[in-house]
Nanobody, 124 residues
């Protein structure tokens, strides 16, 4: 089992900043990618940003130039620095991690885990 714990959400004014953190724990062998997704009321969950183990990043067009994803491999933690926030960034933000975990010294399995979500609200 791999667990993800998010923190850092909250309320910000338009133009402001917030920083999200997500720490992965459990029987992790390796994490191939980590990312942030969001879901606004009445909308489908969408990708915000992802980062692979080699530090390759990918951003949705709506956040390019405003959000920065980074990763601390030693801590199995991913961050999302959100600047120049807009009211349309309001959503529940979910952390995701994909990789390999172990149930024993000889049994490995893929995992695709999600955090519980953290609310980000941007007021105009």
């Amino acid at each position: 089992q791999v667990q993800l714990v998010e923190s850092g959400g909250g309320l910000a004014q338009a133009g402001g900043s917030l920083r999200l953190s997500c720490a992965a724990s459990g029987s992790i062998v390796q994490i191939n990618s980590m990312g942030w997704y969001r879901q606004a009321p009445g909308k489908q969950r969408e990708m915000v940003a992802t980062i692979r183990s080699g530090s390759t990043t990918n951003y949705s067009d709506s956040v390019k130039g405003r959000f920065t994803i980074s990763r601390d491999n030693a801590k199995n933690t991913v961050y999302l620095q959100m600047n120049s926030l807009k009211p349309e960034d309001t959503a529940v933000y979910y952390c995701n991690a994909v990789g390999i975990s172990s149930r024993s010294t000889s049994y490995f399995q893929n995992f695709n885990s999600w955090g519980q979500g953290t609310q980000v609200t941007v007021s105009s």
